[in-house]
C-alpha cells in the first residue's frame, strides 16, 4: 500500500519560509516522479513544482518560481518544498502526489492527505 505522508505546513507571516516534507512508503521512491500540488478555499488544484526520479528534471508554475525549490532525497524517500518570500496568495491545502512513472509533471496515482500552509499579510 503506497503512502504518502506530508508535514511542516503552519501559519507565517508574509515574507517568511516554510519547508514542506513528503515520506512516501510502499513503492520504490526513487523510480517515479514526484509534484507538489495546492488548493486555495474556491479554487481548483493546481500543480505548484514537480521533479523527475533523478531530481534532474523540475517545472514551476510562474507564480512561485524564484520563491519555491522542489528537491528529493531518494535515500530518505522523501521529496521537500522550500517555500521562501511566502506571500498571502499562497494560502492553500499543499498535496504531495507521486506520478505514474518516472517524469513529473504526469499523471498521478498516489496523493497525500494535505497539509494547511496560511500566510497571513
Known amino acids: 500500500q503506497v503512502q504518502l505522508v506530508e508535514s511542516g505546513g503552519g501559519l507565517v507571516q508574509a515574507g517568511g519560509s516554510l519547508r514542506l516534507s513528503c515520506a512516501v512508503s510502499?513503492?520504490?521512491?526513487?523510480?517515479?516522479?514526484m509534484g507538489w500540488f495546492r488548493q486555495a478555499p474556491g479554487k481548483e488544484r493546481e500543480l505548484v513544482a514537480a521533479i523527475d526520479w533523478r531530481g534532474g528534471s523540475t517545472y514551476y508554475r510562474d507564480s512561485v518560481k524564484g520563491r519555491f525549490t522542489i528537491s528529493r532525497d531518494n535515500a530518505k524517500n522523501t521529496v521537500y518544498l522550500q517555500m521562501n518570500s511566502l506571500k498571502p496568495e499562497d494560502t492553500a491545502v499543499y498535496y504531495c502526489a507521486a506520478a505514474r512513472g518516472p517524469y513529473s509533471p504526469g499523471p498521478y496515482d498516489y496523493w497525500g492527505q494535505g497539509t494547511q500552509v496560511t500566510v497571513s499579510s
Open positions: 510502499g513503492r520504490t521512491f526513487s523510480s517515479y516522479g
